[in-house]
Nanobody, 125 residues
């Protein structure tokens, strides 16, 4: 499975941004997917996850209400809509995939088998 994240950039606080992650190498609907982020000098943290069908989603408490994860299985693409950006959202955002059935460990980096290269989001105040 290959993952290619895109959509990052330099934005101002309060702006919105949409990230994409194009997947290939496996039937996309069989993959549980997630978004993580890593701020400078920090560890990689869970942001959001979605089941293969898109019927189940979960979010980190820090982003709930501002971030929205979705997928288009016909386009083999995962999305992350980010609204009301804050300077603390500055990070490299990674998409991740696993062939495992969607379960309660979606927040763990170790649950995922495949990672994209990351896309940088910088939010200025």
């Amino acid at each position: 499975v290959q993952l290619q994240a895109s959509g990052g950039g330099l934005v101002q606080a309060g702006d919105s941004l949409s990230l994409s992650c194009a997947a290939s190498g496996r039937t996309f609907s069989t993959l549980s997917m997630g978004w993580f982020r890593q701020a400078p000098g920090m560890g990689r943290e869970f942001v959001a996850a979605i089941s293969g069908s898109g019927g189940r989603t979960n979010y980190a408490s820090s982003v709930k209400g501002r971030f929205s994860i979705s997928r288009d299985n016909a386009k083999n693409t995962l999305y992350l809509q980010i609204n009301t950006l804050k300077p603390e959202d500055t990070a490299v955002y990674y998409c991740a995939a696993t062939t495992r059935y969607y379960s309660g460990t979606y927040y763990s980096t170790g649950w995922y088998d495949y990672w994209g290269q990351g896309t940088l989001v910088t939010v200025s105040s």
